[in-house]
């Protein structure tokens, strides 16, 4: 029994939401304002709306932009805090997509903005390459669209992108970030029976698990009409 209660390390089952989750892993001393509890989350990421948006873009697409303060719990069965920078008319659906992964206890790396000290790299801030390798969820970001010239739906603030290591973009030999493999079995994947894609699509956005020429997993937008 001892070492039933002394048993650290986090239990990964297959939920009822389609995905697979973590565990608390059983406590001998609980304590409500734990580092890690929903009371005391850890944090993951703590800017301004200001420094969010440091990263080049054009003034009429950074105005469009708010900061939203999230709950998730992370892969080590603890509860973060972290921020997405999305479109304002948005907000609302994250809010509730981040409320239905932490009662499902789907685990996020981590959500960070692209334009955090985390990703500054050589004068600049990385588009998009070091986010994903680091397995992190992020939202607004201007840029082209992989592969294309067009910008992005980042760029506008109607796009996401999920845990990129378990959920990577895929078309042909083309796997970004290099070296992921997606394996719906593996924890902080995203499968169409997820309830965090299933909500998703409920609030009218399309998944990019669901394409056809291609596979983008971690990849979720809404287009708005642009003003």
């Known amino acids: 029994m001892a070492k039933r209660y002394l048993f650290l390390f986090i239990v990964l089952t297959l939920g009822l939401s389609g995905c697979v989750t973590v ?4 406590v001998v001393r609980p304590e409500r304002f734990a580092r890690g509890t929903i009371e005391n989350p850890i944090v993951d990421s703590n800017i301004t709306l200001s420094e969010a948006l440091r990263k080049y873009a054009p003034e009429k697409f950074k105005a469009r932009q708010r900061m939203v303060e999230v709950l998730y719990y992370s892969f080590d069965g ?9 479109e304002k008319r948005l907000v609302g659906d994250i809010q509730e997509v981040f409320r239905v992964a932490l009662d499902t206890r789907f685990p996020i790396k981590s959500v960070i903005p692209i334009s955090h000290d985390k990703f500054y790299r050589d004068g600049e801030f990385n588009s998009d390459g070091q986010s994903m ?5 992020s939202a607004f ?8 010239k ?17 959920n990577p973009y895929i078309k042909g030999k083309v796997i970004l970030p290099e070296g992921a493999v997606y394996d719906p ?3 902080g994947a995203l499968t169409r029976n997820c309830a965090v894609v299933r ?14 020429s291609l596979k983008d997993y971690q990849h979720f937008e809404k287009v ?4």
């Open 23 to 26: 565990q608390r892993p059983p």
């Open 185 to 187: 079995s593996k924890p």
């Open 78 to 86: 603890k509860v973060h805090k972290g921020q997405i920078v999305i």
């Open 199 to 212: 909500t998703f699509k409920r609030l009218g956005w399309d998944w990019g698990g669901d394409w056809k």
């Open 141 to 148: 970001n201007y840029r082209k669209a992989t592969g294309s």
């Open 150 to 166: 067009k910008l992005s739906m980042h760029s506008y603030g109607f796009a996401i992108d999920i845990n990129p290591v378990q």
């Open 224 to 227: 708005l009409r642009r003003h």
């Open 133 to 137: 390798l680091s397995n992190n969820t």
